[in-house]
């Protein structure tokens, strides 16, 4: 039995019980137990019909009669009810000053850290990491994008002093002691660049183009005797352009491969120039306005849009599955998909564990959250009262009725049946006193 049940039939029980005390009363009207009978029915029944009644118009009219006064309060007062409510969440039960409080004792870069370190799922900061800058990647718009790196770009090159910064890099590189592994890298590609025939035709046609030039410079008669010459010396075997080429690429051949040496005269030379170079960059304040000047136009002819945009879709057509770039200096490897996931977790993983355990760091960060959350809450703590009134201000009459009925009907109705009860006991008392303490003063006194 649901507590309306419950409070329903004691109404129904005090109705027949003062039905029944009153024919009591009616055929016994002398006797003591029906006149306490008549008192404590007559009492419960009106405690119990005053609650129902207050009960009934906090919600609607009773009996459908809208013209009895102060009935259906809260339909009446729905929008009060709906700013007391907001006006309460928003100022009292979540106001600034506590949501302050308890922002204070939550630690923030600590929750976060928590997170990415026990998620449920398994993953790691890296494939979370992965994941996200891999979607990025897919789904962006290439040219929409190196537009706009091109545009930040120049902005940032035009106010960065190249002469300064390549200087140090070039200073870097050379104390990395690199320099040499890089030269061998060059010079071997270029070795086998030489070693093909069309370098051998390249100079074919360079040593023919000379031997034009040479022939129709001068006069005419000129123009004609080394013709002559010319004609004399490829009739006698004296100039063969064929050998010549072959000699020369012969002889490009050898030095190309004595170039391999990291000890040749040459290498070291470059060497010793790039460290000269680097200190004449970093002191030289001639060759800085020179670079700058130099920086200046380039930025002004040339566009990196192009270069910025086919690099993106390089590392999108890489992102697909199966899919490879060729190293630019040698064929003999691969740049595969699973190589950048693996170089990117592994830096990502390094830097996290330096987050990690790098409490000053951690310290900055939770301040500049902790700021930016007070900002919010400074800024939109009014979103909180908006939230209350939108979503009770969605709700009709009729639904407001029934929703607040719904969450205190069992405290209604144990009302009702508190009113019974106490109405009861006030009858038992009210009789009590009538005649136990009342009516024998009156016959003592008189």
Request: hydrophobic content about 45%; proline content about 2%.
């Amino acid at each position: 039995m649901t507590m309306k049940q419950k409070a329903n039939a004691s109404l129904l029980l005090l109705a027949l019980l003062f039905i029944g005390a009153a024919i009591g009363h009616y055929y016994y009207p002398a006797a003591w137990w029906s006149r306490l009978l008549l008192y404590t029915a007559e009492a419960g029944l009106v405690g119990a019909l005053a609650d129902l009644f207050a009960i009934t118009v906090l919600f609607r009219h009773p009996f459908g009669w809208s013209w009895i006064p102060h009935t259906a309060i809260i339909p009446r007062n729905r929008d009060k009810l709906v700013d007391g409510v907001a006006y309460m969440v928003e100022e009292q039960l979540l106001n600034k000053e506590l949501i302050r409080d308890k922002i204070k004792q939550f630690r923030i870069v600590e929750a976060l850290i928590s997170w990415a370190d026990s998620r449920p799922d398994g993953k790691r900061i890296s494939d979370l990491g992965w994941t996200l800058a891999s979607n990025l990647i897919k789904r962006m718009d290439t040219s929409a994008t190196s537009q706009t790196l091109d545009h930040h770009t120049r902005n940032a090159l035009r106010g960065v002093n190249l002469s300064s910064y390549a200087g140090k890099g070039l200073k870097w590189i050379l104390r990395s002691g690199n320099v040499q592994s890089w030269l061998g890298y060059i010079v071997d590609y270029a070795a086998k660049l030489t070693a093909g025939d069309a370098v051998k035709e390249a100079i074919r046609e360079m040593l023919s183009r000379e031997k034009n030039k040479f022939v129709n410079e001068g006069g005419s008669i000129a123009r004609w005797f080394k013709q002559k010459i010319v004609e004399f010396a490829e009739s006698a075997d004296a100039l063969n352009l064929d050998d010549a080429a072959q000699t020369l690429h012969r002889d490009l051949l050898t030095f190309m491969e004595e170039l391999k040496r990291p000890d040749h005269e040459m290498r070291v030379l470059l060497e010793t120039q790039l460290h000269v170079l680097a200190d004449k960059l970093s002191d030289s304040k001639d060759i800085a306005a020179s670079i700058e000047t130099w920086k200046l136009e380039m930025l002004e002819q040339i566009s990196l849009q192009p270069t910025i945009e086919a690099l993106l879709k390089t590392v999108q057509g890489l992102l697909a599955e199966g899919a490879e770039v060729k190293y630019v200096v040698t064929d003999e490897g691969a740049l595969r998909q699973a190589d950048v996931k693996a170089w990117f977790a592994g830096l990502l993983e390094s830097y996290w564990e330096w987050f990690k355990n790098d409490e000053e760091t951690k310290a900055q960060l939770e301040e500049y959250a902790q700021q930016f959350v007070r900002q919010v809450i400074e800024t939109e703590h009014a979103v909180i009262g908006k939230i209350v009134r939108k979503t009770l201000g969605g709700f009709t009459k009729e639904r407001l009725v029934s929703f607040i009925e719904s969450k205190v009907d069992v405290d209604l109705q144990r009302i009702r049946l508190n009113g019974a009860f106490i109405g009861a006991g006030v009858g038992v008392l009210i009789y009590g006193f009538l005649h136990g303490i009342y009516a024998p003063l009156l016959n003592w006194i008189f």
